[in-house]
């Protein structure tokens, strides 16, 4: 190998990394690799994931009892900061350890400027197989710009449940989702484009709630109101291609929850329904949406349940590295892109939010 990563190296590189005051970071240290040998590095984000909301940085809630665990054999960061409130610009810094003025990804869909295209995490790891995966459209937008130096990138759909996942395989971003819109999606008015296939995936989408409802009682997690997807699966195909991926690896897998909206498992369905826990009292900002403050507590309360389900699939893909041995030569990154907000009249990442009644 051309290049190898001690421990001094790693830390470096990952005190770069833009992470989160809002977002948290962990760092799981591998065990004694044979001197000299490349380590797999493996980084995890959840998707608008806020320490503040985690009870290992002094939440009230014990919204994440199996990673206090953990982490006793890990490394906690508390000093690292978003670089933006959404998925767009935080994400970015996170692939080029840059600043939003310097990579320019600043609205969302945006990518980053052809300067720092050659110098993402990707480039970083020339000499290991690097992997990338994304529930968001907007993280893989800025992935598809690092497409030269990802020798494993898995398209967006491929985690879906429902057939829209064939949308996020084609390679016109552009026409593909005006054409699923207006042929497949129903406006608010009933009508569509095509009357045979929007019916037929209505259809589609009731069986999909139907065989679900037990286990999401919320609704089944999605993105953009359909394309469904449950985060057990994404981490059982996580560890599939983790079993079989080339060594030393890279990979980074952006999964989308807890993001809103915040549909969590039955295991966790209102875990903290009349738990006394009282937020801190502040006044509204200046710019908060009034209709957001009536919902907030209780959306706080989903989101926090929706960790729950996030602390618990993360322990299940931790256990099964260490029972196979992946620890051992593995430095392990668990972080987020960036938080939410549940407090002075905002509720999540933004102010002007419709909730949903």
Request: glycine share 6%; charged share 20%.
């Amino acid at each position: 190998m051309k290049n190898t990563l001690n421990r001094r190296d790693f830390l470096k590189f990952a005190s770069l990394l833009s992470l989160n005051l809002a977002a948290p970071q962990f760092l799981f240290r591998p065990g004694q690799a044979e001197p000299g040998t490349a380590q797999n590095v493996l980084v995890v984000v959840f998707d608008a994931w806020s320490a503040a909301n985690i009870s290992l940085y002094g939440y009230a809630r014990q919204t994440t009892p199996q990673l206090s665990r953990l982490v006793e054999k890990g490394t906690v960061y508390h000093q690292h900061y978003a670089n933006g409130p959404f998925t767009t610009p935080g994400t970015a810094s996170l692939l080029t350890s840059t600043m939003p003025w310097t990579h320019r990804a600043l609205d969302h869909g945006d990518g980053v400027v052809d300067q720092v295209i050659d110098k993402s995490i990707f480039h970083a790891f020339d000499q290991h197989h690097c992997m990338a995966y994304s529930h968001n459209t907007l993280v893989n937008t800025l992935l598809k710009q690092f497409l030269p130096a990802i020798d494993d990138y898995t398209p967006q759909g491929r985690l879906f449940l429902d057939s829209g996942a064939i949308l996020y395989d084609l390679k016109d971003d552009d026409i593909a989702p005006l054409s699923w819109a207006r042929i497949i999606k129903q406006g608010d008015d009933g009508v569509s484009y095509s009357l045979l296939l929007s019916r037929l995936y209505d259809l589609l989408k009731k069986d999909y709630s139907q065989e679900y409802k037990s286990s999401f009682p919320r609704g089944l997690p999605n993105i953009f109101e359909d394309s469904y997807y449950i985060l057990d699966q994404g981490i059982d195909w996580l560890q599939n291609l983790l079993r079989t991926a080339p060594q030393p690896f890279m990979g980074y897998f952006h999964f989308l929850p807890p993001h809103f909206p915040y549909k969590t498992k039955v295991d966790f369905y209102d875990h903290f329904v009349n738990d006394g826990f009282e937020p801190p009292e502040k006044p509204d900002h200046i710019f908060a949406t009034k209709r957001a403050s009536g919902r907030i507590d209780e959306f706080r309360r989903w989101y926090d349940e929706y960790i729950l389900y996030v602390d618990s699939e993360f322990a299940r893909l931790y256990r099964f590295m260490e029972q196979n041995n992946l620890l051992d030569n593995t430095w392990l990154v668990l972080t987020s892109d960036h938080g939410e907000l549940f407090e002075r009249g905002i509720a999540v990442s933004y102010t002007h939010l419709t909730l949903p009644t």
